[in-house]
C-alpha cells in the first residue's frame, strides 16, 4: 500500500482535478525569458505591446512550466507517479500578461494497465489554464506512468 | 533572390548548439517548476524509476528554445533579397508529439536541432505564415527529447 494520495486507481475517467490559482508576475516572466526565450515582448512591455501579443506575455515554455508547477502542487507531488514519456500537444491559445491569474484544471481522459508491467498504468490527462475573464490560453493532453495502489510500496 | 524555403533551409538539419546539464541548474528550475524528488534530489533520484538526479523535462525543453535563439541571433545576417520584406518570427501557437525519450541526467551534454518541414499562407492572419519545424535533442548519437512545433512569420 502507498501511503500517498493519488494512485493508479483514482484517476477514473472523467475525474477532474482543480489545479488552483497563479497569479502572473512581469518580473517572474523576465526572468524566465531571459534564461530560455529572450524575444522581446517576453522582455519589455513596450515591445509586447507592439507584438502581436498586445502586452508583457509569458513565454510558452514558461506558462508549461507554470502549469507543471500547479500540477505538482495540485496532486502529482502526493501520488505515486513514475514520470511521463511524452505529451500529445500543447495549445498556446492566448496570451498570458503580466497580471494575469490563471486557474487551471485537468481531466482523466483515459486510463490503462501496462500490459508488460504489472503494478503500472498509464493515465491521460487533458488540462487547461484560462485566466481572470474565463479564456482558455492554455490546452494540453499527455499521459503519465502511475503505479497502483495495491502494489505500490 | 532568395526564396522562402532558402530562407528557412527547408528539408536541413541545423544544429542549434549544445548544453551541458550542471546538477545546480537542474535542482535550481526543479525548485521551482518540477519539485519532484528526482529532479532534486541525487539520493532520492537514486532510488526512483531514474536511477540519478535528471532535468525536469520543461527544462530540457525550454533549453530547446535557448539554442534556437542563440541560433537565430548567429543567423541575422543571413542574406534576404527576395520578395517583401525580409520574414521576422513571430509566436508560436503551440506543439504536439513531444517525446521524452531518455532521461536528461546532470552532467549531460546535449546537442538541440531544429529542421524546417513545411510553410504556408494563414488564411486569418494575412502577411503571416505558419512555419513548422520538427525540433530534437541528441545525448551523443542518443535522441533524448523530439517534438513538432510551428511559429508564426510574418512575410508580408
Redo the contacts between chains.
Sequence with gaps: MTDRKWAFEDFAVGVTIDLGEKYVEAAEIIEFAS?????P?HLDEEAGRA???GGLSA????T???F??MM?DAF??DST????????????RK?VLAGDTLHGHSTVTAARKSASRPGLGFVTVRHELANQRGETVLEMQHTGMFLAREVAA | MTTLDEFFRMGETLTLGSHTFTAEEIKAFAARYDPQRFHMDEKEAEASVFGALCASGWHTASTWMKYNLKNREDTAEQPWDGPGPRPEFGPSPGFQNLKWLKPVFAGDTITFTRRATGHRALASRPGWRLLTIVCEAFDGEVKVLEFESAVLVKTG
Excluded: K, N
Design positions: 534564461e530560455f526565450d529572450y524575444q515582448m507584438s502581436i501579443l513565454s510558452g515554455w514558461h508549461c512550466s507554470m507543471m508547477r505538482c502529482l507531488l507517479s513514475q514520470g511521463a514519456p511524452g505529451l500529445d500537444y500543447v495549445r498556446w496570451p
